[in-house]
């Protein structure tokens, strides 16, 4: 007996049943994800979704038994739908876990860049209050001890009964750097006419007072443009890196350029296409904030896509000369730290697919270790954490999780480093950073607050349910965490390892937050791509 001949229609039922499978295999990869990126499962949720549409769509064009109305009403009622949704709103970028965001069009039209225009006092609430004090600072990434720990300040809980309030509220350019702060000055980078640009901020109004032009500019769909790593500010100088591997040393009272070095073209790649070719590897611009260390100013290095590279150059703060450069690794989007292991201080850098450890004189390698990961990919951006003298805390997402490395073996090289625990569930940040508080580790895990204990690497809590901020930023001020959540809510939680205690939540900025917060005495000082504020905490 022959076999039964197959039919179109059985051809498109087919097409049919295998849309229906398609999506039904996407919403569970959607909603159950705990062990997986949330980028890579939105990703693959729009890939597999859109695939049965189109299947969907195929099953029923091309049925003999529907008819051409409904034919064409599939074909142009979401057609008409796309047309009418783009007419309204505009595409903006990416959120951390590569969602779209778009804006109505009405809504285009932006104050100009940076300080230009002042908001009138009437529009600020908490104006009134004049009582900061300018002596404090925030020096750098992270802090003046480059750690995610403000001492010194103890934050009032209830936000209920006493909340925070606006001191001033600007536009500002784009960009994911963050605030240092002295002397007044609040120093961040910016792009402003299409060019990399360092300005001063007025901590008391947020006015303009100086911008200095870096050049170069950086763009990338999925992580937005402007210069990314924050400025760090030594006595009456700061230096700062840009988008494009411009390092420069300038004036804090009126941001004069001193000295600056094309880290690109030091790296041996020139020509017009030189900061394409820059890009190939480091794909979403460089973000190293420059680290000071007695005359030196250290920043990751970099170099051609598949060749050798430098991972860290060091040069003479004052002068801008290069005294070395050491590593062979391409680098990350992390920023050189300087911790103390086994009672010498090393410089301590996150590479793409390992972590280094450095005699800060000379740049001597002492140690690596392999940390995974591709710098126009899978990126490496947390920072490594001391815990003690002897114990190091690494976390990173893209299926990396966290690790806890011993150094108390008295011998040289990566024979000294032992592996006390690593787990992939835990502790998976991503843009962020995280903090340490009597032996736990808080931060953000793929966009959720968790704490796990340093010993074992156990999660204590995970707060799925309230904790939801996304892939903001912390501080440990005090006994508490201070968050910016991804979409720029100001959060205070309470630093306790036996449950999350949400404490309040402040309505800051608008927009992709990513950047790196400041803090000084009362005053948070918050920015994104599209705003800047300066926001008043209650304190005990």
Request: glycine fraction near 12%.
């Amino acid at each position: 007996m022959s076999e039964p001949v197959s039919t179109p229609k059985r051809r498109f039922n087919r097409l049919a049943i295998a849309a229906v499978t398609l999506i039904a295999i996407a919403f569970p990869i959607h909603f159950w994800r705990s062990h997986v990126d949330h980028g890579e499962a939105n990703v693959g949720f729009a890939f597999l979704t859109s695939l049965g549409g189109l299947l969907g769509w195929l099953s029923i064009v091309f049925n003999k038994n529907i008819g051409f109305g409904s034919k064409l009403a599939v074909t142009l009622l979401p057609n008409v739908a796309v047309f009418i949704g783009l007419w309204r709103y505009e595409f903006t970028g990416f959120d951390g876990e590569l969602k779209p965001k778009f804006r109505l069009r009405s809504a285009k039209a932006e104050p100009p860049s940076t300080a230009d225009v002042v908001m009138p006092p009437a529009l600020v609430s908490g104006n009134e209050s004049k009582t900061m004090t300018l002596t404090g600072e925030f020096n750098q990434f992270l802090g003046n001890n480059r750690n995610g720990i403000v001492d010194g300040i103890q934050l009032f809980e209830d936000w209920s009964q006493k909340p925070p309030k606006i001191v001033w509220k600007k536009p500002i350019g784009a960009g994911w750097s963050g605030f240092a702060i002295k002397d007044g000055l609040a120093i961040t980078l910016e792009e402003h006419n299409d060019e990399d640009c360092v300005i001063a901020l007025d901590c008391n109004d947020g006015n303009l007072r100086w911008r200095t032009k870096l050049g170069g500019k950086h763009f990338h769909a999925m992580g937005g443009g402007g210069p990314m790593a924050t400025p760090t500010i030594v006595d009456n100088r700061l230096w700062v890196q840009n988008s494009v591997g411009v390092v420069a040393c300038l004036s804090l009272t009126d941001g004069k350029l001193l000295w600056s070095v094309d880290l690109v073209a030091k790296a041996g790649i020139d020509g017009k296409d030189a900061q394409s070719i820059a890009e190939q590897a480091v794909t979403w611009g460089r973000s190293g904030s420059p680290l000071i260390e007695g005359k030196l100013v250290i920043v990751p290095f970099g170099g051609k896509p598949g060749a050798s590279a430098g991972s860290l150059i060091a040069f003479d703060r004052t002068s801008g000369e290069e005294v070395w450069r050491a590593g062979q690794e391409q680098i990350s989007y992390a920023s050189p730290a300087k911790l103390r292991i086994r009672g010498e201080d090393q410089i301590v850098i996150v590479n793409e697919a390992n972590v280094t450890g450095h005699v800060p004189a000379t740049g001597e390698v002492l140690w690596q270790f392999s940390w995974p990961g591709q710098s126009n990919g899978g990126a490496s951006v947390s920072q490594p954490l001391s815990i003690d003298d002897n114990r190091v805390f690494l976390s990173k997402s893209y299926y990396v999780g966290a690790t806890l490395l011993d150094f108390s073996k008295s011998v040289p090289g990566a024979s000294a480093i032992t592996t006390v625990w690593k787990d992939k569930t835990v502790m998976k940040s991503k843009f962020t950073n995280v903090v340490l508080h009597d032996g736990y580790i808080y931060g953000l895990s793929d966009g959720i607050m968790e704490c796990i204990r340093v010993e074992d690497g156990k999660r204590m809590w995970k707060d799925n349910k309230k904790g939801r901020f996304g892939h903001g930023q912390i501080l440990l001020v005090g006994n508490h965490i201070l968050i910016a959540a991804e979409e720029g809510q100001c959060v205070l939680m309470k630093a306790r390892s036996d449950k999350p205690e949400i404490l309040g939540e402040f309505s800051a900025i608008e927009g992709v937050t990513w950047n790196p917060l400041a803090i000084v005495g009362d005053r948070l000082y918050m920015r994104n791509g599209q705003q800047a504020a300066c926001v008043q905490l209650p304190l005990e």
